[in-house]
């Protein structure tokens, strides 16, 4: 029921009702599966992706790499398991290429994000070097289009 994941992924609020007529499955079997997946661990929650710049809020974003030592006998899990317990890590990535790890942060300034960085990632004794990248605008997130489409204001000439 890979089909069930894509809609689920695509849209989390569909019923099992509407789940299962696109699915041509019974509203039982298309519960049953979204149970088996939550106790599997493959259905970890459901979030709506929010456009903050909408709404009268401080939200601030980075995308910082990191390159570091891998621990001996963890390699890069002991630090990743660390660096996520941290509320403004949005998201963790171990990478191929010129980094290894990439995060996702949040604050409220950009002074948060910096001091974040300065105070808690730097220090680490992993932690060879970062680079940090704020986000200035999101056009895109998780799928989903975030601005909405402009009109062309020029006039046709005939």
Excluded: C
């Excluded at 519960?31 to 459901?46: L, P």
């Excluded at 939200?59 to 570091?68: D, N, P």
């Excluded at 891998?70 to 630090?79: N, T």
């Amino acid at each position: 029921m890979h089909d069930l994941l894509k809609l689920l992924e695509e849209n989390a609020r569909y019923t099992n009702s509407e789940l299962a007529a696109m699915l041509d499955k019974s509203e039982e079997e298309v519960a049953a599966a979204v149970e088996a997946y939550k106790k599997q661990g493959v259905i970890r929650g459901y979030k709506a992706i929010i456009d903050w710049e909408r709404i009268d809020r401080d939200y601030v974003s980075a995308r910082i790499e990191l390159k570091v030592t891998p621990k001996r006998d963890r390699g890069f899990e002991e630090l990743a398991e660390q660096i996520s317990q941290y509320d403004e890590v949005q998201s963790l990535y171990l990478m191929s290429g010129g980094y290894d790890l990439a995060l996702t942060v949040v604050g409220e300034s950009f002074k948060d994000i910096a001091s974040f960085v300065a105070y808690r990632l730097a220090p680490m004794e992993s932690v060879l070097s970062t680079a940090t990248h704020f986000v200035l605008r999101k056009y895109k997130d998780k799928g989903m289009i975030l601005v909405d489409p402009q009109e062309d204001e020029r006039s046709v000439m005939l």
